[in-house]
């Protein structure tokens, strides 16, 4: 395995595009080691992206919105007020990672780059309506969150291209998001299931609204049926039945040990429910 | 396979060593330099036997490369107790009976170490919540908390 240690996203991508061999990029690490050390997955070339610069920063845009680096792990996001202020739903997915310790390096962009259905920070970004930058050999373009994963384990991203920034859309006001994911314990487990909303009312009334399904298809969903059935409601019991309804009309899980394919399908309704209530009580300042 | 030369700083002192870039931190630590404080239970990331600190945050050394330490600072159990004076915490955990075993002790010590740090007086769930990547299978977990409180409070000079 050679190690590398680029210190721009051109030159990583180049060093892509020109290996031969098995690729793994390294931001926390926290599952490309799991993976070499199973012997899932040794790669050929290693391409450790913490050294450039810029990859641990945090900024806002003149939009309002959020830039995060490719690098920053979930403890820096996670004590980032101003960012946890504006969408808590994104933070509060990731920081349900792991330990402590696994806090302290693993990334969003390795969640999401991962390809796992069942990681617990996408379905809060794509409720957001984040994008990526993917820098490539021949440049940068701007893609959705919803548009990386193609499958579990797999991703659009092509030979030579990787992901260079995370963008969160600026908040705006009477905003709020919120994730929440079932497990059988309380920490360190993988979701059985997970759901992210995002809304923003107009006095009492929804808006706009995202919601997103996770570990209930082999990638995250972005449901606009579920969307659908809750804008212009103010989130009445009515409202919040035809969610959970389109939610787990939209499901299409597998069964495993963790969960059968009918218990996915009612808990995700349960879930997004309860997203829901937990988002619009945000976006009134009702809760944090 | 090439070895890399790495160059880091371990409990404050200047070491290098060759590491294949594969070997992890832990593995670097203890078969490298002779820092066999550092436990590998799972190798996984689920344990934290292997706890270290990287330029000050608490990581899983399994999960870490040796090469990934190049210029860094890395702290160990070995860094715990100063001049032969045992750090409040180790002191704690004698006088609490809070290991048998004791293989997940080192790694519970760094991470209760490094939760003092940045909360002095942590509450009992703020404790479980934070050591909730530390596994013991001997202990049961009570005492352990007790002894990160009573530690706690004699570091704030509350004792
Ligand atoms: C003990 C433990 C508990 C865990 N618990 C959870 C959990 O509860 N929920 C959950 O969702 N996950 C969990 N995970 C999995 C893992 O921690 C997360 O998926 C994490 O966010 C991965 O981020 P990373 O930075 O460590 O990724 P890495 O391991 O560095 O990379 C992961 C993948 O992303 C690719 N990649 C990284 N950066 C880029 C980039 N910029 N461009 C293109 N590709 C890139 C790599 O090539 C690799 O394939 C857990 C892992 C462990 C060890
Ligand atoms: S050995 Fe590293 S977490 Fe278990
Ligand atoms: S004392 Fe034996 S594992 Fe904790």
Redesign the pocket.
């Known amino acids: 395995m050679r190690y590398h240690t680029p210190t721009s996203f051109q030159e990583a991508a180049r060093l892509a595009a020109a290996s031969g061999g098995l690729l793994r990029y390294l931001a926390g690490g926290t599952d490309v080691l799991v993976q070499m050390r199973a012997g899932m997955v040794q790669p050929d070339e290693l391409i450790d992206l913490k050294h450039i610069p810029g990859v641990f920063d945090i900024s806002r845009n003149a939009d309002g919105g959020w830039r995060i680096g490719v690098a920053v792990p979930g403890r820096v996001l996670g004590a980032h007020e101003a960012l946890c202020g504006d969408w808590p739903g994104v933070v509060e997915g990731m920081n349900l990672v792991g330990s402590t310790q696994v806090q302290g390096r693993a990334t969003l962009t390795g969640n999401l780059c991962n390809g796992s259905p069942a990681a617990d920070s996408v379905p809060g970004l794509v409720a957001a309506g984040a994008t990526v930058t993917i820098t490539g050999p021949d440049g940068s373009r701007e893609v959705p969150v919803e548009a990386i994963p193609t499958g579990p384990g797999r991703t659009v991203l092509k030979k030579g291209e990787l992901i260079s920034a995370i963008t969160l859309p600026p908040r705006g006001a009477h905003g709020g998001d919120a994730y929440l994911r079932f497990i059988p314990r309380t920490e360190m487990d993988i979701a059985v299931v997970g759901a992210a909303v995002n809304v923003t009312l107009d006095g009492d009334r929804i808006a706009k609204a995202r919601v997103a399904l996770g570990a209930v298809a082999p990638t995250v969903l972005l449901v606009e049926a579920a969307a659908k059935a809750i804008v212009g409601s103010t989130l009445d019991e009515a409202a919040l039945d035809r969610l959970a309804a389109a939610s787990s009309a939209a499901a299409k899980p597998i069964s495993d040990k963790r969960g059968t394919v009918e218990f996915r399908v009612d808990v995700v309704g349960v879930l997004a429910r309860r997203a829901a209530k937990i988002a619009y009580d945000r976006a009134k300042g009702m809760s944090k | 396979m090439k070895k890399v030369h790495v160059t880091t700083t371990v409990n404050g002192d200047p070491v290098e060593f060759l590491a294949d870039p594969r070997e992890t931190l832990l593995d670097c630590l203890r078969n490298h330099l002779d820092l066999t404080g550092t436990k590998e239970g799972c190798g996984t990331g689920d344990c934290g036997a292997c706890s270290v600190t990287l330029d000050g945050t608490l990581v899983c050394s399994c999960l870490v490369l040796g090469v990934e330490a190049e210029g860094k600072k890395v702290e160990t159990i070995e860094g715990m107790a100063s001049e032969g004076e045992l750090h409040p915490l180790q002191r704690q955990f004698i006088e609490h009976a809070a ?7 080192p790694g519970i010590l760094v991470a209760a170490k490094s939760l003092l740090e940045q909360n002095p007086d942590p509450s009992e769930s703020e404790i479980r919540f934070w050591l909730a990547g530390n596994l ?4 049961g977990y009570d005492k352990i908390v007790r002894a990160v409180q009573d530690a706690a409070a004699e570091m704030r000079g509350a004792a």
Request: hydrophobic share 20%; aromatic share 10%.
């Open positions: 290991l048998q075993c004791g293989f997940c002790t013991c299978r001997c202990t």
